[in-house]
């Protein structure tokens, strides 16, 4: 998690931090939402190919002056 006072980039005022919860099957708490390198692929097996593909957790920003949602990752990829 990200620990940094974050402006938002339309208003300028500080953002509050939290998170996107994806849910899971029956609507049950499967995580944060995560960004996953390259193109989606279907996969019958697990609903979307994932194997050797970079995934890094992503931090949630919002305005509550104006709405803005900013995501951010506290994980750099190394090249």
Known sequence: MIKSTIECLRCHTVM????VMDRGHGSAP???T?????VAERSWW???????RDQVPLDAFLCRK???VEFRSA????D
């Open 16 to 19: 509050e931090q939290g998170y």
């Open 30 to 32: 499967a995580g944060v």
């Open 34 to 38: 995560t960004w996953v390198s390259g």
């Open 46 to 52: 697990s609903g979307l190919k994932l194997k050797g």
């Open 66 to 68: 104006c709405g803005y």
């Open 75 to 78: 994980n750099r990829l190394r």
